[in-house]
Every structure is written in C-alpha cells, then in structure tokens.
C-alpha cells in the first residue's frame, strides 16, 4: 500500500517531469527562431544548430542550465512614442516556393516601412543582394508586411529592431527560404553590422532566410553570416532611436521576445523600382 508520503514524492517527481518537459519544449521551438536575436539573448544551442554569441552576455554557468535562454535585462519602460496601428489584419499567405528571379540587378529600388513611429526609407542593395530584394519585392507587393508587428528589440550585446514575421513571435515565414547573399559587403568590418544596415534574420543554418530581417540602430558586433540588403535614410535612423529610446518588454516566457515598448506596427510596406 502506497503511503501518503510516498504518494507526496510520486507528484512531486511527475510535476518536475512535467515542468522539464515544458522546458526542453522551450528550448527547442527558441532554437527554431532566428539565430542573431538568439545571440543577444545569450542562448547556447548544443548540436549541429550551434548559434554565435558575442561574448558580451554571459549565460548560468551552471551544468544544470546549459542550453537554458538567459536573457538581459529590460530596459525601463518609457512612454510610447508612437501612434496606433491602421486599421486592418495581417495576412497569413505562404508559398511553397521562392519567387521567380525577377529584379532588375541595374536599377534603384527602395523600400519604405510607413510604420506607427514614423515612416523607414531603406536603399535596397538589388544587384548585391538580387534573391533578397527580389523576394521582398514581391512579398511587399501581397500586402505580406502589412499591419504585422515589429516583434524584437534588443539592447544589449547587439542593438537591432526586428521585423517581417506576420504572427509576432519569431517563427513565422513565408514559407520559402532564400539563398544567403552579400556576406562579403564592404560595409562589414571586423565582424561589425553598422548603424544603418538592414540584413536578414536566420535559423542559425546556411541560406534559412525567410521574411524576417533586423534593423540595425547601433553598431553590432555579429559573424558575417546575415545577407546586409539595405541601409536605412537618416531620417529612417531617427526613427529607429525614438523606438530605442523607449526600452524593451521584459522577455516574453513562451518565445523569449523582448518586445519593443514603443508599439511597432508596419502599417504599410512598398518597394519602388526608380
């Protein structure tokens, strides 16, 4: 006969199980999201997804936690500077394959996130990077952007707002990936993503990009492994600073985001040929 105290340490043992299997649950859909948010996060990934961490944060050096997120801190919450959204809902579309190759590699193309912080003109680097460009040509052109938030803000270790996942949490594509591009820019030194640049988001694996992309607002210190497709206007930098200033959310439990304060929505996303 099970006695109340063996009963005690058997429903002990099973919500431990419990609580590690949530947790191993965590940790693997928090290896699924991209891998440079992961790297300011701090998240040490054991295996063949193995993520950069820049040195800057230092994770539970406890044998128990290897692979645990280990967040920074959130900045102190400010008012937000911005406005509300446009009225309309983010659309869901996907596609099985990458768009057919159509940029013009010659032209100027540029795109502008007309967001709720203030409008982000972005030169689009076409003959660089012509599989980026062109995909987001023609995601733009679906409204894909549209209404979707600016879900990541980081502000330690690297400094960058991330965008392009319609469902907010830091797993949403379009369905295709596209192929790694521009890594040898002249723009990147010494491992430095520049203030300004704008490059694209990834699993951690090679040509994994999708929709999602980082704006960089301070200069960061990452591995060449991110295609640079952009460089955001000054005023767009401006911009950029309002919503930097406002400080990030604490780390959400489920997804590890840390959400901007300011309420980052993209209300509208068109790139133009010229």
């Not at 992309?213 to 952009?230: E, I, K």
């Given at each position: 006969?099970?006695?109340?105290e063996q009963r005690?340490?058997?429903?002990?043992?099973?919500k431990f199980l419990r609580q590690q299997e949530r947790r191993t649950s965590a940790r693997r859909k928090a290896r699924m999201r991209n891998s440079v948010i992961a790297s300011a996060l701090g998240v040490v990934?054991?295996?063949?997804?193995?993520?950069?961490?820049?040195?800057v944060l230092k994770g539970d050096d406890s044998k128990e936690n290897a692979g645990?997120?280990?967040?920074?801190?959130a900045t102190p919450k400010a008012p937000d500077p911005c406005e509300k959204p446009a009225a309309g809902k983010v659309k869901t579309a996907t596609w099985k394959k990458?768009?057919?190759?159509?940029?013009d590699k010659s032209a100027k193309y540029t795109m502008k996130l007309a967001t709720t912080c203030g409008d982000i003109d972005i030169a689009l680097k076409a003959s660089a990077a012509p599989h980026t460009v062109n995909s987001f040509d023609f995601l733009a052109g679906k409204g894909y952007f549209d209404h979707s938030k600016c879900h990541r803000l980081t502000t330690e270790g690297i400094y960058v707002l991330q965008c392009g996942d319609p469902t907010g949490t830091g797993t949403g594509?379009?369905?295709y990936t596209i192929p790694d591009e521009n890594l040898k820019d002249k723009?990147?030194?010494?491992?430095?993503?520049?203030?300004?640049?704008?490059?694209?988001?990834?699993?951690?694996?090679k040509h994994s990009g999708g929709s999602q992309?980082?704006?960089?607002?301070?200069?960061?210190?990452?591995?060449?492994?991110?295609?640079?497709?952009?460089t955001v206007s000054e005023s767009g930098m401006k911009v950029l600073k309002k919503i930097a200033d406002a400080g990030a959310q604490p780390a959400d439990p489920t997804t590890q985001n840390t959400a901007p304060n300011a309420t980052v929505v993209i209300n509208k996303a068109t790139v133009t040929k010229s």
């Open positions: 006969m099970v006695s109340q005690r340490r058997q429903l002990a043992r099973e990934v054991i295996g063949s997804l193995a993520l950069y961490t820049t040195g645990a997120e280990v967040t920074p801190s990458e768009p057919e190759l159509a940029v594509g379009p369905g723009s990147l030194k010494d491992n430095i993503y520049p203030a300004g640049t704008v490059a694209m988001a990834n699993t951690g694996q992309f980082f704006l960089v607002y301070q200069d960061s210190q990452l591995p060449p492994s991110y295609t640079p497709f952009g």
